[in-house]
């Protein structure tokens, strides 16, 4: 998370409007946190999760799931919110609390991603900082929560980092733009297969609004460097996916 904000506001020149994001990404850690550690906060689905984590720690990186048809077919179910929890559960996490916490903090960090946004299309971070606060407190967002929606949140909150680090690219880019870029595009088309299906329509929309509108970037090389990156990781996932 330090990771993140650190790249988001590198070229933040106000310390006060510095500590205030992290301030507000702190504060948001502590209560998502706080309210899925809650002893009567439900996870309908956390067995199901903890399952496919397990498949993914033995090995398995093409899980599934069955549909709710008649008759039932299987579905793929992919993997990304399970590998990245798998290194909390190595150290000796349980299993749904390590999918609880990373899915929490890839959702705060969406949060901390309106700044960015609000900086970027309305020139105040201080209404991005408020819509931060206001996020954290969306009911809806808590009964995603409880339904065990965590591969479809953690897919939802990596692809904001994705158009997160185009915005970047956009705004004058480097190579580690286009790795943050290729990263999230692959880990978000990963996360959950209704991320792929969206995303087939989202990532080139995106690109568009991003790349296609004033102001337009400033460095054509590294829109075409993005291009590539993004494009790379589209066959990868398209490889990944074709091993169902």
């Given at each position: 998370?330090?990771?993140?904000l ?5 070229r933040?020149?106000?310390?006060n ?7 507000v990404a ?12 809650y002893?009567?906060m ?19 990186l093409h ?12 579905i ?6 399970y590998?990245?929890?798998?290194p909390?559960?190595?150290?000796g ?8 916490m990373v899915?929490a903090t890839?959702?705060?960090?969406v949060?901390v ?14 209404a991005g ?7 954290q ?9 409880s339904?065990?929606?965590f ?14 680090y ?14 943050g870029a290729?990263v999230?595009?692959t880990?978000?088309q ?5 991320t ?10 995106g690109?568009m609004?991003?790349?296609?509108l ?17 494009g ?5 996932v398209?490889?990944y996916?074709?091993?169902?």
């Amino acid at each position: 998370a330090t990771l993140i904000l650190r790249f988001l506001f590198r070229r933040e020149s106000d310390p006060n409007r510095r500590t205030a994001v992290l301030a507000v990404a702190v504060m948001g850690l502590l209560f998502k946190w706080g309210a899925i550690s809650y002893p009567l906060m439900v996870t309908s689905d956390e067995d199901f999760h903890a399952n496919r984590l397990s498949e993914v720690l033995a090995g398995n990186l093409h899980t599934t799931s069955v549909s709710q048809h008649d008759p039932p077919f299987r579905i793929p179910y992919p993997v990304s919110l399970y590998v990245a929890a798998a290194p909390l559960v190595k150290a000796g996490m349980e299993r749904v609390g390590a999918i609880q916490m990373v899915t929490a903090t890839a959702d705060v960090l969406v949060g901390v991603v309106l700044v960015l946004f609000a900086g970027r299309f309305l020139n105040d971070r201080r209404a991005g900082i408020l819509a931060a606060v206001v996020y954290q407190f969306v009911p809806l967002n808590f009964l995603t929560f409880s339904a065990g929606n965590f591969t479809n949140l953690f897919g939802v909150a990596t692809t904001v980092f994705f158009l997160a680090y185009l915005i970047a690219g956009a705004e004058g880019g480097s190579h580690r733009v286009a790795i943050g870029a290729f990263v999230f595009s692959t880990v978000a088309q990963t996360s959950h297969f209704s991320t792929f299906l969206v995303g087939v329509l989202l990532w080139p929309l995106g690109w568009m609004a991003i790349f296609g509108l004033p102001p337009l970037p400033l460095r054509p090389r590294h829109t075409r460097l993005l291009a590539m990156a993004v494009g790379v990781s589209l066959v990868l996932v398209l490889v990944y996916y074709a091993g169902y």
